[in-house]
C-alpha cells in the first residue's frame, strides 16, 4: 500500500505569477504571458510571499528585483518548472500519429509561425502538418480544417476563438529613408478587410505629422509583399509587433515613433464550436501558447510602453 502524502505546496497560479515576474523583470510582460491582468499578478506575487511568509520582490520603478530570497526560491523553481514542462510534452506526445490541417494568415504564416515551426517538428515528428494560409476566414467542415490561426476581433460567430497574443503597430520604414529625408508612399495592406485597413491606415497617419510622406501610396495584397517592400526602403509600412520584431532586432527596419500603439486586434487560435480539438491540434495549441509567451517576452518595452511595473 501506498504511503499516504499530504504535500505542502503554495498556489500554482502564484507560482506560475512569480516565475514569469522574475524571468521577465515586470509585472506587464507577465501579465501579458499568462493573459491576465497586472493587479492580477500582483494579488498571486502577494498571496505566495503571505503563504510563504518571506520577501521575494523588490518593487522597483519600472521593474520587479528579487530579494536574496526570492533569486534561491526562483533558481529552484525554475529547475522543477522545466521539469514538469518537459513531463507534459512527452507525455502529450506519447502515441500520437495524426494528421493536422491548419489554415493559417499568410502573413503570419511567413514571418512568424515559419521561423519557428523546426522546433515543433522536432519535438513531434510523428504529427504531420498541413499548412493553409488563407486571409479569410477557414470552413471548417467543406476544408477539413482542425484548427485556425486568426487576426481579429476573436468575436466570429460558430467558433470558439482562444486569445493568444496581442499585437502593437507603428510606422516602420529602411533606415536610408530616415537619413535620406526624401519624401516616400505610404505602404499599405490593400489585402486586410476594409475596416481593419481603415482603421490601421488612420494609426499610422496619426503618428507620422512629421515625415514627409508623398502623399501617395503602394497596395500589397500580403502583409509579407508589404514589409519585402520596406526592407527595400520603397516606403512606410504600418509595423506589426509581431511580424516585425526580428526586423528591428537586426536593424532591416526601424521604427518611427515610440512607444506604439495597442492594437484593438489580436492572434487567436481558432476551433470549430461543439467539437473537441483531437490530440494533435491539443498538442499544437500548447506549443503555440508557450512560442508566443516567448514572443511578447522578447518585445522591447519602448515599443509596448511598459510603465510602472509595482
Known amino acids: ?57 523588490l518593487r522597483q520603478p519600472n521593474r520587479i528585483g528579487l530579494t536574496e530570497a526570492g533569486k534561491r526560491y526562483l533558481l529552484e523553481l525554475t529547475d522543477l518548472l522545466d521539469q514538469l514542462d518537459a513531463a507534459t510534452d512527452r507525455l502529450m506526445g506519447d502515441g500520437i500519429e495524426n494528421r493536422l490541417r491548419i489554415s493559417v494568415v499568410s502573413s503570419f504564416a511567413s514571418e512568424w509561425l515559419m521561423p519557428r515551426l ?36 476573436g468575436d466570429w460567430p460558430g467558433v470558439t476563438a482562444e486569445r493568444l497574443m496581442p499585437e502593437w503597430l507603428g510606422p516602420v520604414c ?3 529613408v530616415v537619413t535620406a529625408g526624401v519624401p516616400v508612399p505610404m505602404l499599405v495592406d490593400s489585402g486586410s478587410p476594409t475596416g481593419m485597413r481603415v482603421s490601421e491606415e488612420k494609426t499610422i497617419l496619426e503618428q ?11 497596395g500589397f495584397s500580403d502583409a509579407h509583399l508589404m514589409f519585402a517592400a520596406a526592407r527595400q526602403g520603397e ?9 516585425v520584431a526580428e526586423d528591428l532586432a537586426a536593424g532591416r527596419l526601424v521604427p518611427l515613433v515610440k512607444p506604439w500603439k495597442q492594437s484593438p486586434y489580436a492572434y487567436y487560435l481558432v476551433f470549430p ?34 510603465g510602472q511595473d509595482n
Not at 523546426?118 to 480544417?145: C, G, M, N, W
Not at 464550436?273 to 501558447?289: D, I, K, S, T, V
Open 208 to 218: 507620422l505629422d512629421d515625415l514627409p510622406l508623398s502623399g501617395d501610396s503602394i
Open 235 to 243: 516606403g512606410v509600412s504600418l509595423g506589426r509587433s509581431a511580424l
Open 1 to 57: 500500500m501506498l504511503e499516504s502524502r499530504n504535500r505542502h505546496l503554495p498556489p500554482l497560479n502564484s507560482i506560475r505569477a512569480f516565475e514569469a515576474c522574475a524571468r521577465l523583470g515586470s509585472v506587464s510582460k507577465a501579465s501579458q504571458e499568462l493573459s491576465v491582468s497586472p493587479s492580477a499578478v500582483s494579488q498571486q506575487l502577494k498571496l505566495l510571499e503571505d503563504w510563504l511568509s518571506v520577501s521575494l520582490v
Open 273 to 306: 464550436e461543439r467539437r473537441e480539438p483531437g490530440p494533435a491540434a491539443r498538442l499544437f495549441r500548447r506549443w503555440m501558447q508557450k512560442q508566443a509567451a516567448v514572443s511578447l517576452a522578447g518585445l522591447p518595452e519602448w515599443m509596448t510602453g511598459t
Open 118 to 153: 523546426r522546433s515543433f517538428r522536432s519535438a513531434y515528428p510523428k504529427v504531420q502538418l498541413e499548412l493553409l494560409t488563407s486571409d479569410h476566414f477557414a470552413e471548417f467542415a467543406r476544408d477539413r480544417i482542425d484548427m485556425a490561426i486568426r487576426y481579429g476581433g
Open 174 to 176: 529602411h533606415p536610408e
